[in-house]
């Protein structure tokens, strides 16, 4: 598995995600997926719904508009999966919190 213009992986949660939600909501639908290394490896997140609900939270504080997202886990592998539909309300601005 590789990364695409509509796929990032991310090991963990950082603000850095922030910036591709923005970008999957002004130019077109994408994923990114919690718990693969950048070479592709499943490495899976600890406490999945808690770090569910971290993601919603930093979407719903940092993004304006907030976009439309669906968060769902793979209970096997322990990986979340952030998808990201293109907003109608553009553009979708990262209010970046220091």
Known sequence: MRETKDLEFKEQVTNNFLKTVSAFANYGNGEILFGITDRGEVKGVTNPVKVC?????????????????????????????LRVTEGMHKPYFYKSVM
Do not use: F, G
């Open 53 to 81: 609900l971290d993601i919603e939270n930093r979407i719903n504080d940092s993004l304006d508009p907030v976009p439309e997202y669906t968060l769902s886990v793979n209970e096997k592998t322990s990986v979340i999966t």
